[in-house]
């Protein structure tokens, strides 16, 4: 069953050329048929002359990003886009949600509807839809948005996942927190699940484990992909009956976000290291999962720094949690591990009651796919994809950033003169305020 | 009479129909339709396929799962009568040796028979058979998931119920995805069997066994519902079957009850009385055991006659039951004269006995209780001794 991505704006294009890179380069390499047509069937459409073609449609209101990316694509000689998988327009959306989600959304729909329409057509078999977008620009937030709710109304059976990359915090767009609250908001009542990366744990995953300087969105953006392609390549799961799953993100949705209010998942990925040193090293499946749970329980994002004193707490006895608590409870956690011996991998320690809030046995809220198959040349490699009160505290900041300037009504008008009003704007808020409210309380 | 025609006719037809079910469902040697018949008068004509249509139905059921098929009589009978106790089924024929023969007849075995089809054992068959028979069928996935059996309206509880909700919705959409892409390929096998002038002849072949099979399995799905159907005649007749048997048991002399109308329990007074006998051994057993406390060490000792001593002083009385007791279900007119007459004082009303019988079920639940914990406290006392030995070299 095949996935087709919808990629939306500067953000979505450019991370989705550099996943669907990684994705082509990990299936042909190496002598491995079943998982090579597995992954191919997947994310490619192969033409008549053999060529791969990207099961994805790309949308953005300025050439720019767009064709960068199919250009890339062709260089690189072993996939590319479509010939007529794309969209653009000449002019932007001007970093405003408003103008993307009232505007150009409805302007352009039926012209991204039939894209979508003919890239599915395609398909054998739809095992769901992925966006790809930011949330701080117009494009991809508020056409983004736009068209996943197209997308609900148009397939109401397939599995909508929304991935989200998160602004730097120090700011790259004035308006980004009032963009990311509108479309996270918006999100929660059509999407599946929402898988975000956030710029600023990235930047620091390239500057202190890949040891990059500069680091250019490149780099950012080739560390999602590898985070993602962790994610999606095939595996074996509970439910696939010993053959690579042929409905990923379904079992990602029913393992992770079967709760309306509990729809954000972080990812974690462990080893990460410049690809000089990746020869050279070797862990034990022990050692990984070791620091992977650590990375989980003390909410660090990468494998340096981690805060070891950080523990479950007694399971009788849980408290709320009091500012400042660096205990991260969990939801549901998926466990993806790739690579060598890797049916030999103890995952017990991420099955503790104690990591779970209470009301989700951990044998529901635990699941765990493998591939024997090693991913992206690392020999050993294990993805964790994660819902849990990790994204809270960013959430609650760009929330409060928000509210900070909505007080003082600051930009308001930009968005009333496209059709968002101040109402808008407070359900947003309000539906957000329900989402952090919720997974504080996970510990109780 | 007419009438009573008609019904035979009809229960006939049924008995048939279940006839072929059985059969389609994969099972060998079903007793015709007039062993069925001759079954309910006590007959023990085609006694052998009976015995070997309830055993195959355990099998099916999982009651029993013995991987070498029964030859010996004496070792089929022991099989069904261990596999109709785990399903929950008693009746007297089932304690009784062979030699003694008895009352058993083809009827008990119509009986059981029964017991299994209305807990449920011919669709278990039916489900084996139809995964037998569709290659293609989805193993359904369950899941693993426990509702507690009391409802807690707290937000927790309330939030575990929203997660399973969603967990169904989002299942129930992988489902009808996985059904959506089986329908199109089939839609693509069956076209390309119409459409192809000359199939390959390996093709033609698994096509003419897919067909086949299908057949086969629609014809069984057709059965069952026509069995469904009708399948209330089947339980009026039963029913029939259940009221001989009862008259016949209850045809040994029975001066106490004359001219009324009364149904009687078909396990009369034996598993009554093996009830107060196992109660009377208890309370000797309890006894005896009090003389045999030996002074250990500590508290060892001090324990095991508390114990002893508090499961001997709350010892309760047995229930008083009566040597010859016939539980039997009355009218409310008749219990009221059967309660002035001096004869009925060796009858109890159906549910003063049930309430003996649990208060009798409760007090020998606790006395196993007991006994266990002075069971492991001894065991205790002799392992501490034994690791005390001192073995001379």
């Known amino acids: 069953m095949s996935v087709v991505t919808v990629q939306l704006g500067q953000c979505g294009n450019q991370v989705g050329q550099e996943l669907f890179d990684v994705l082509c380069s990990d299936a042909l390499a190496g002598q491995r048929k079943t998982y090579s047509t597995a992954s191919c069937e997947r994310f490619f459409h192969q033409t008549a002359k053999g060529d791969l073609e990207a099961r994805a449609v790309l949308i953005d209101m300025e050439p720019k990003a767009i064709n960068s990316s199919k250009s890339k694509a062709l260089k690189g000689g072993r996939w590319r886009y479509g010939e007529a998988s794309h969209f653009s327009q000449k002019q932007g959306s001007g970093n405003n949600w408003a103008n993307g989600f009232c505007i150009h959304g409805p302007h352009h729909k039926d012209a991204v509807e039939e894209l979508v329409r003919r890239e599915v057509e395609r398909c054998d078999r739809l095992a769901g839809l992925m966006t790809m977008m930011s949330v701080a620009g117009g494009t991809g937030s508020g056409v983004g948005t736009y068209i996943t709710q197209c997308l609900r109304d148009i397939y109401p059976a397939s599995f909508v996942l929304n991935h989200l990359t998160w602004p730097f915090g120090t700011g790259e767009v004035i308006l980004q927190n009032y963009n990311s609250v509108l479309t996270l908001a918006h999100l929660y009542q059509l999407s599946d699940a929402i898988i975000v990366h956030e710029n600023d744990t990235v930047q620091r995953i390239c500057s202190q484990l890949l040891n990059i300087k500069p680091i250019a969105f490149t780099d950012i953006n080739r560390v999602i992909a590898h985070q993602l392609g962790g994610v999606l390549q095939p595996a074996l799961t509970p439910d696939s009956n010993g053959v690579y799953s042929l409905n990923p993100i379904g079992e990602l949705v029913s393992a992770l976000c079967c709760h309306p209010e509990y729809k954000l998942l972080s990812v974690s990925t462990i080893p990460q290291m410049p690809s000089s040193s990746v020869p050279y090293s070797s862990f034990s499946w022990t050692g990984l999962l070791k620091h992977l749970r650590q990375m989980l329980i003390s909410n660090t994002k990468m494998e340096e720094g981690i805060d070891w004193h950080v523990r479950p707490p007694p399971a009788s006895g849980r408290i709320r949690s009091a500012a400042g608590s660096s205990f991260n409870t969990s939801l549901a956690n998926l466990l993806v591990l790739r690579g060598k011996d890797v049916y030999s991998a103890e995952t017990g320690s991420f099955e503790e009651t104690t990591i779970y809030t209470p009301w989700l046995s951990p044998s529901e809220a635990f699941s765990a796919w493998k591939s024997p198959i090693p991913f992206n040349k690392y020999e050993k490699s294990a993805t964790l994809v994660s819902n849990s009160q990790a994204l809270l505290g960013p959430l609650d900041d760009i929330v409060r950033k928000a509210w900070n300037m909505f007080a003082s009504r600051a930009y308001i008008h930009q968005y009333d003169a496209f059709g968002i009003s101040e109402e808008s704007f407070l359900d947003s808020f309000t539906a957000l305020e329900q989402v952090i409210s919720s997974y504080r309380e996970l510990q109780s | ?393």
């Open chain 2, 1 to 393: 009479m007419q009438r009573g025609g008609a019904v035979n006719v009809q229960v006939k037809q049924l008995i048939q129909t279940l006839r072929r079910l059985l059969v389609t469902s994969g099972l060998d040697d079903v007793p015709t339709a007039e062993a069925f018949r001759q079954a309910k008068f006590g007959g023990r004509l085609e006694e052998e396929q009976f015995w070997k249509l309830v055993e195959n139905l355990l099998r099916a059921a999982g009651a029993v799962s013995s991987p070498v098929k029964v030859q010996l009589k004496a070792e089929r009978r022991k099989l069904v009568t261990t596999g109709l106790w785990q399903t929950g089924y008693h009746a007297h024929w089932m304690f009784e040796n062979e030699a003694e023969g008895g009352r058993f007849s083809c009827r008990d075995l119509l009986l059981a028979l029964g017991w299994l089809l209305a807990t449920g054992t011919l669709e278990k068959l039916l489900v084996h058979q139809v995964q037998h028979l569709d290659k293609m069928l989805l193993t359904p996935v369950f899941v693993k998931s426990e509702l507690c059996s009391e409802l807690q309206f707290d937000s927790a509880s309330l939030r575990r119920l929203q997660w399973l909700f969603g967990s169904l919705r989002h299942q129930r959409r992988s489902l009808l995805s996985l059904i959506n892409v089986r329908t199109e390929a089939l839609y693509k096998v069956l076209a390309a069997g119409v459409s192809s002038s000359s199939p390959g002849q390996s093709c033609s072949e698994a096509l003419q066994k897919d067909c086949v099979g299908l057949q086969k399995l629609c014809d069984l799905l057709d059965l069952y519902v026509k069995w469904k159907e009708a399948e209330r005649v089947f339980w009026t007749w039963m029913d029939s079957v259940v009221m001989c048997h009862l008259r016949e048991s209850h045809a040994e002399p029975s001066s106490q009850t004359p001219g009324r109308s009364v149904t009687a329990c078909c396990h009369g007074n034996q598993a009554l009385e093996r009830l107060e006998g196992l109660l009377l051994r208890f309370s000797t057993e309890q006894d005896s055991q009090n003389y045999h406390v030996e002074p250990k060490k500590g508290g060892g000792a001090k324990q095991r006659r508390e114990a002893s001593s508090s499961s001997s002083q709350s010892l309760p009385s047995s229930p008083v039951i009566p040597a010859v007791c016939l539980v039997k279900l009355q009218t409310d007119r008749a219990a009221k004269q059967s309660s002035r007459t001096a004869e009925n004082r060796h009858e109890l009303p159906a549910c003063r006995a049930a309430e003996l019988l649990r208060s009798a079920e409760e007090q020998l639940l606790q006395r196993r209780h007991r006994q266990r914990l002075a069971n492991r406290m001894q065991l205790q006392d002799w392992t501490g001794r034994l690791d005390q030995l001192v073995i001379p070299l």
